[in-house]
């Protein structure tokens, strides 16, 4: 079946860096890319969604210049937390899909921690 | 109230019940998916519906279009099904519901 691939699986990093977070279909064409978060015992929260080739579009209340997103080819799209804080602690997913109406892969999630 | 509601929202079982859990939502559609969390956070989708009735294995994923309800039915189930099940309907956008966290027990 369709594998995406998400990296890294956990990450640590110090206040004020950024980290970035790669999302990777290994064996389709994504169309389009999600970005969700999510936090202790809650449910998926939708950040962005991706297309390729043009710019994400982002949810209400989330921050275009803190969460980075990139899809520059129909494999990989990359999500970078810059100027991290302790609050952007949390649980990143991404999925994908060939097309609308497809079946939707995800990743198996990042874990970041910034201390 | 949220566009999509789960219930119940916690389910605990003993190994063999069958497990029924329910996705309401109030908006116009064009397929829902029903995935599976397990403990460590990865997501597998287990269903895409957007009409009738599917079926995988022990799995099946019932969808009312008119009624704008879908159910997941789990038959015999077994401890290696306890995990999250999210609900989620796609508009022009995923909106996904809060979960239903099922352990089931030997």
């Known amino acids: 079946g369709a594998v995406v691939s998400q990296h890294p699986s956990r990450v640590i990093c110090k206040s004020g860096t950024s980290v970035k977070i790669e999302c990777r279909s290994l064996d389709f064409q994504a169309t389009t890319m999600f970005w969700y978060r999510q936090f202790p015992k809650q449910s998926l929260m939708l950040m962005a969604t991706?297309?390729?080739?043009?710019?994400?579009?982002?949810e209400q209340g989330v921050e275009k210049d803190k969460f980075l997103i990139n899809h520059a080819s129909l494999t990989l799209s990359t999500l970078t937390v810059t100027s991290a804080h302790p609050e952007d602690s949390s649980f990143y997913i991404c999925s994908a899909w060939r097309q609308p109406n497809s079946p939707l892969h995800f990743g198996n999630g990042t874990r970041l921690t910034v201390t | 109230k949220n566009e999509v509601e789960q219930s119940p929202q916690n389910l605990t079982a003993q190994e063999g019940e069958f497990i029924t859990i329910n996705c309401s939502y109030s908006?116009?559609?064009?397929?829902l998916h029903w995935l599976q969390q397990h403990p460590g956070g990865g997501i597998v989708s287990l269903f895409m519906l957007s009409s009738g009735k599917k079926k995988h294995g022990r799995l099946i994923a019932t969808i009312n279009i008119q009624e704008k309800h879908s159910s997941l039915h789990i038959t015999a189930s077994h401890p290696r099904d306890s995990a999250v099940y999210i609900c989620a309907v796609l508009t022009d956008k995923l909106i996904f519901g809060t979960g239903t966290r099922l352990q089931v027990f030997p």
């Open positions: 991706s297309n390729e080739g043009s710019k994400a579009t982002y």
């Open positions: 908006v116009g559609i064009s397929a």
